[in-house]
C-alpha cells in the first residue's frame, strides 16, 4: 500500500515512526509540509524511492520553537527554496553499527532464517556506511527498537546507553539520507473541496455561499479522515451538475440579476428539535429576549420580503406551550420589524374538565387553536436592501420570575397529553421568501468587489460598445487572476468573451458579466489544483516548486482559501523564495511569514470548520493538528499488529 492512500499524504511507501519527537497529525503535517516542495516529472518512470526519513532533524528544531504547525508553514517555504541542496549521506560511526548488528541482531535476522521462512528479512548484507540504500529495513529496524520490541524479550540485549546510542545515530543518518536523496512523490490533480469552494467563492466574489444552495455531495475521506488526499477527491457526474447549478445561482446573486423571483433565494432555517429555548440564544439578539434563533440571511435584492415563523410541535401536533400568553418579535439587523402575541388558549375554549378522572370532552375551537391557528398568523412582509442582513426571530423575556413551589395544574387526559402546555413556546423554524417587487440590485459587498469598472456609472468618459468591451476585460481579468491563482492570459480571456458577448447582446452589460462569472466558476483552472511538469527536467527528476504554485499550497493549507492579493503578488514577484522577504514581509491580513511567529488572524476562521478533522486552525488559532478522531493506529493495542513484519 502506498503511503498516499494510507496515511493521506503522496510520497514514499511507509507509515511514519512513533517517536518522541512526533505525535500523530503533526507527523503527518510535516510530512506534506516536506513534500510539498518539488515534485516528480513522469510518473510512467517515477518509482517509490525508499529513502524517505528527510523530516526528522529539521522538523525537531522547528517543532520546539514555534510547534508543530508554525514549524510546518516556515518548513514548507525554507525547503522550498533549498530544494536542490544535498548533503553528504555519509553514516558515521559505521563499524560501531555493524557490530551491534553482528552482536545482537544476525543471529535472528540472517539468511539461513530468511531461506527457511524464519525471518522476514537479512541483516548481513546491510551497508551500514549509507543507510540509504536500504532505507526502510533501516527505518523498521529504528522503529522497532524505539519502542523496545528488537532484541525480542527475553534475549540478549545491548545495554540501555549503547541501545539509545545506535537508534540515534542511525534516525540521524536516515535523516541526512533522505535530505540527501528527497523523494517527494508525484501529486494528483486536487480539486476543491466543498469548504475550499465555499472559501474560494467568498473571496473571489465576497459572497457568503449558504450550502444548502449547493447541495454538494459530502466529500470523501481516506482512512484516517482526511478530506484533502487527492487520491479521493474524485468527480462523478453528479458534482459535476452540481457545479453547474451552482455556478449559475452564485453569479446571479453576486451579480443582482434582475430576474431572480420570489422563490429563487427562499430559505428554511430549522432549530434543533431538542434545544432549550429558556435564555437568550444569541449575541445577534436582544438582551431580555429568550429563544428563537439569529440569522444571517443574503437578500439578493432591493425589495420586499416576507418571514413566516413556525412554532415547535409536541405529541398530537400541538404547538408547544399555548397555555400562557406569549410575545414574537421579528428584527432586521437589531430593528423591530413586527412584534406578534401567541397563547394563551384557555380563552378559546377547554378541551375536557380540570379534574382528577380524566373527563374527555373535546372542543372543535381549541383543537384547531393549538394545532393550526396559533402560529398561522406569524407572518411578516417588510422592505430590505440588498445584501447579507441579521434577521433575529425571538420572544419577548418574561420581566419577572416566580418563587416558591410549582404547583402543577391538574387536567384530564388532552391537556396532560401535551407535555408542556403551561410551559415556553418555542420556534422550530423559519422561512424567509423574496424579493417581491424588487426595486434593483441595490450596492453589495458583490457588486463591489465584480464592478471595479462600470460604463454606465456616472463620470465615465465613453458609454459605447468600445468602453463596456474594456471594462468587460479589466473586470474579468482581475476576477480569472483571482480565481485561476496566477496572472491570466489572452487564452483565458478568450474563453470568458464569447460568454460575455452573448449575455451583453441578449440582454446587457451586467449580464453579460454574469455569464462569463458562470463560466469561470466551472472552469478547471478554477475547480481543480494542477501543478504542471517544467518541460526541461528529466524524467524521474525532482524540481522545486513555483512561487505561484508554493503559494497555493500554503493558502489552501492554511485557510482552506485561494491566496489572498498580498501573497497573489508576492507569488507573481517570485519573492516567496527570498528568505528576507520570508522574514519580513506582512503576506496578507492575516499571517506573517516568520519562522518564529504566526498571526493568522480573520482567514484562519474559514479554516475551523473546513469539514475535515485535521484543520490546523481551530478558532482563529494556531493548534496541533489531529490526524484523525479515531485512536491513533500507532498507539494502543494496535501497535504491535501494525509493527509486525
Keep these: 500500500m ?33 513534500r510539498a516542495t518539488t515534485v516528480v516529472t513522469s510518473s510512467e518512470n517515477w518509482v517509490p524511492a525508499r529513502r524517505v526519513a528527510s523530516w526528522r532533524s529539521m522538523s525537531k528544531r522547528l517543532t520546539r520553537r514555534v510547534g508543530a504547525v508554525e514549524a510546518s508553514a516556515a518548513l514548507l517555504l525554507q525547503v ?8 553528504g549521506t555519509g553514516t558515521p560511526h559505521a563499524d560501531s553499527h555493524r557490530e551491534l548488528l553482528d552482536s545482537y541482531c544476525l543471529g535472528c535476522h540472517n539468511d539461513r532464517r530468511v531461506a527457511q521462512g524464519a525471518a522476514p528479512v537479512s541483516f548481513e548484507h546491510l551497508d551500514t556506511s549509507d543507510v540509504g540504500t536500504d532505507a526502510e529495513v533501516w527505518e523498521q529496524m529504528a522503529r522497532k527498537m524505539r519502542l523496545g520490541m528488537m532484541p525480542p524479550v527475553g534475549s540478549r540485549r545491548p545495554d540501555p546507553v549503547a541501545h539509545e546510542r545506535f537508534v540515534t545515530r542511525l534516525e ?13 512523490g508525484r501529486p494528483p490533480i486536487r480539486r476543491l473541496t ?71 433565494a427562499a430559505t428554511t432555517y430549522d432549530t434543533p428539535r431538542l434545544l432549550y429555548q429558556d435564555d437568550r440564544m444569541s449575541d445577534d439578539l436582544p438582551f431580555g429576549s429568550r429563544g428563537g434563533l439569529a440569522i444571517r440571511h443574503h437578500f439578493p435584492l432591493d425589495g420586499e420580503y416576507e418571514v413566516k415563523v413556525r412554532l415547535r410541535r409536541m405529541i398530537y401536533d400541538y404547538i408547544v406551550g399555548m397555555g400562557t400568553e406569549q410575545q414574537v418579535e421579528v428584527r432586521l439587523d437589531g430593528r423591530l420589524v413586527k412584534r406578534f402575541t401567541v397563547g394563551d388558549a384557555d380563552r378559546i375554549g ?5 379534574s382528577f378522572f380524566g373527563t374527555i370532552r373535546g372542543d372543535p375551537d381549541w383543537e384547531q387553536f393549538v394545532s393550526i391557528d ?31 413551589i410549582l404547583e402543577r395544574r391538574l387536567s384530564g387526559f388532552s391537556l396532560s397529553g401535551l407535555g408542556f402546555y403551561d410551559g415556553n413556546a418555542a420556534v422550530e423554524r423559519v422561512e424567509v421568501a423574496g424579493p417581491y417587487d424588487s426595486t434593483g440590485p441595490g450596492d453589495t459587498a458583490s457588486r463591489a468587489r465584480i464592478f471595479v469598472c462600470h460604463p454606465d456609472a456616472a463620470g465615465a468618459d465613453d458609454a459605447g460598445e468600445l468602453a463596456r468591451d474594456r471594462c468587460a476585460t479589466r473586470i474579468l481579468s482581475a476576477l480569472a487572476r483571482r480565481a485561476y491563482r496566477r496572472p491570466v492570459s489572452e487564452t483565458d480571456l478568450a474563453t470568458l468573451r464569447p460568454f460575455y458577448e452573448t449575455g451583453r447582446d441578449t440582454v446587457g452589460f451586467e449580464t453579460g458579466i454574469q455569464k462569463a462569472i458562470e463560466r469561470l466558476l466551472v472552469a478547471p483552472e478554477f475547480l481543480f489544483r494542477v501543478e504542471r511538469d517544467p518541460v526541461d527536467v528529466a524524467a524521474g527528476a525532482a524540481y522545486g516548486l513555483t512561487d505561484l504554485e508554493l503559494a497555493s499550497r ?58 475535515s478533522p485535521q484543520g490546523p486552525c481551530v478558532g482563529g488559532q494556531l493548534r496541533h493538528p489531529v490526524a484523525s478522531t479515531r485512536p491513533h493506529p500507532w498507539s494502543g493495542a494496535g501497535r504491535g499488529r501494525l509493527l509486525r513484519v
Design 374 to 404: 396559533a402560529d398561522a398568523g406569524l407572518v411578516v412582509r417588510f422592505p430590505a436592501t440588498a445584501g447579507k442582513h441579521r434577521l433575529g426571530v425571538s420572544f419577548v423575556g418574561a420581566r419577572t420570575e416566580a418563587t416558591g
Design 554 to 611: 500554503l493558502s489552501m493549507f492554511l485557510w482552506s482559501d485561494i491566496p489572498d492579493e498580498p501573497l497573489l503578488a508576492a507569488a507573481e514577484a517570485a519573492e516567496l523564495a527570498q528568505s528576507g522577504v520570508r522574514e519580513s514581509r506582512n503576506l496578507g491580513e492575516g499571517p506573517v511569514v516568520n519562522a518564529e511567529r504566526r498571526v493568522l488572524g480573520k482567514r484562519a476562521a474559514g479554516a475551523s470548520d473546513a469539514g
Design 350 to 354: 377547554y378541551p375536557s374538565a380540570y
Design 80 to 87: 522550498s527554496a533549498s530544494a536542490r541542496q544535498t548533503p
Design 194 to 264: 466543498a469548504a475550499e469552494y465555499r472559501n474560494a467563492v467568498s473571496s473571489l466574489l465576497a459572497l457568503d455561499v449558504d450550502e444548502r444552495w449547493l447541495l454538494f455531495p459530502p466529500d470523501d475521506v481516506d482512512q484516517q479522515g482526511f478530506g484533502t488526499n487527492g487520491e479521493v477527491l474524485s468527480v462523478s457526474p453528479a458534482l459535476f451538475d452540481r457545479y453547474l447549478s451552482a455556478a449559475n445561482r452564485i453569479s446571479r446573486l453576486a451579480v443582482g440579476d434582475a430576474t431572480i423571483g420570489p422563490g429563487f
Design 2 to 34: 502506498r503511503f498516499g492512500s494510507q496515511w493521506g499524504f503522496l510520497g514514499a511507501n511507509r507509515p511514519p515512526r512513533e517517536s518522541r519527537r512526533h505525535r500523530g497529525g503533526e507527523r503527518s503535517v510535516l510530512i506534506y509540509l516536506m
Design 172 to 184: 540521524a543518518a536516515l535523516d541526512h539520507a533522505g535530505v540527501a536523496q528527497p523523494d517527494p
